[in-house]
């Protein structure tokens, strides 16, 4: 990527921190849209003691947005508690960028660690996460230790999560990440990025309410396609995947496949998921369909492939990088071992 020379430094101001809060996540950048971001970082204020033995970490999201960001330029920051960090303001136009898509960062901490070093090795301009960051997102004891083991890279780059059903629609979600709803959008140069919520069992308690979070995301979804119709590419972020070559999980997600046919028509480059721990590549009408759930999660076998729909299913932890230029992005699947599983290229058409 050709970045702008200019290195602003943005000293960040938020509420003092008291002498007892310690940071136990971050810093990181999310929210970043055009020329605006949000930098947060999440502190612990002390415990809520439980019986004789237990503390609960009681836990405040802090955040700074800002705006006025030029496309392309590298921008540094220091937090009030002297936390530091930086990130690449997405470009404006079609340009070079390198992304990172994984996913299932649950469970086996070990391996998610190995991931988040591989991940970090190649400084990728954003990390889009397909769901599923912690075992129990309503557990708050889960997230430092999430943000203990992705910090590194996180403080680096630019966090674009999808929500996981084990984030169980938590509010901790919404609060760390400065999501305002569970389904958003972002540009970065030439591509199209949305992200949806496709966990509806815990959207809401009433099966009408349900139904009706489903309309509205859809037709948010037609509306945010058709307006992207001018980028160079365009892809979808869903947890459950609408495709799987795990047998025992076919069928599963109905509601994510009836969106294929809104997927074909609004020219969908690709669709990430996650939800089932391997990786996976089919192809339909064009539309290319990633399962990318191996960041950690106990993995499942892919023991279903799809007659005429899938290229490659392998059940291994890995990350799927994103190299893009103008006019053509280049997938690469690399597992844990530095093994690349696959590679294809989607151009501009
Ligand atoms: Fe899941």
Request: charged share 25%; net charge neutral; aromatic share 10%.
């Amino acid at each position: 990527m050709k970045l702008a020379t200019l290195v602003m430094t943005v000293a960040v101001c938020a509420a003092a921190l008291r002498a007892e809060d310690k940071v136990v996540g971050g810093p990181y950048v999310v929210s970043q849209g055009a020329r605006s971001a949000t930098i947060g970082w999440v502190v612990q204020t002390g415990d809520v003691k439980v019986g004789m033995t237990r503390s609960i970490p009681v836990l405040r999201a802090e955040k700074v947005s800002m705006t006025g960001l030029k496309p392309g330029e590298k921008v540094e920051y220091t937090t009030p508690n002297g936390l530091k960090g930086s990130f690449i303001a997405a470009p404006a136009a079609p340009a070079s960028f390198s992304g990172v898509v994984f996913g299932d960062t649950r469970t086996r901490h070990d391996l998610h660690r190995k991931i988040m070093e591989a991940i970090g090795k190649l400084s990728p301009d954003f990390l889009i996460h397909t769901g599923d960051l912690v075992t129990d997102g309503k557990d708050v004891e889960q997230w430092p230790r999430f943000f203990e083991i992705e910090g590194p890279v996180l403080k680096k780059t630019v966090f674009y999560p999808a929500l996981g059903n084990h984030e169980r629609n938590c509010r901790y979600f919404y609060d760390f990440f400065d999501i305002d709803t569970p389904y958003y959008s972002f540009d970065w140069g030439g591509a199209h990025f949305t992200v949806l919520n496709t966990d509806l069992g815990n959207v809401a308690l009433s099966a009408k309410a349900r139904e009706e979070f489903w309309t509205e995301q859809e037709r948010w979804l037609e509306d945010d396609l058709e307006k992207a119709q001018k980028a160079e590419f365009r892809f979808v972020i869903t947890h459950h995947p609408p495709f799987t070559a795990v047998k025992r999980r076919q069928g599963g997600n109905a509601r994510v496949t009836a969106m294929v046919p809104l997927f074909e028509k609004y020219n969908v480059t690709a669709v990430f998921s996650g939800h089932d721990h391997n990786y996976q590549h089919h192809v339909k009408n064009g539309v290319h369909y990633v399962v990318t759930g191996g960041g950690g999660a106990p993995l499942y076998a892919v023991d279903g492939p799809i007659e005429g729909l899938t290229v490659k299913v392998e059940s291994t932890e890995h990350y799927v990088r994103m190299m893009g230029e103008p006019g053509k992005v280049k997938m690469e699947a690399v597992a844990l071992d530095g093994r690349v599983l696959e590679t294809f290229e989607v151009v501009k058409k």
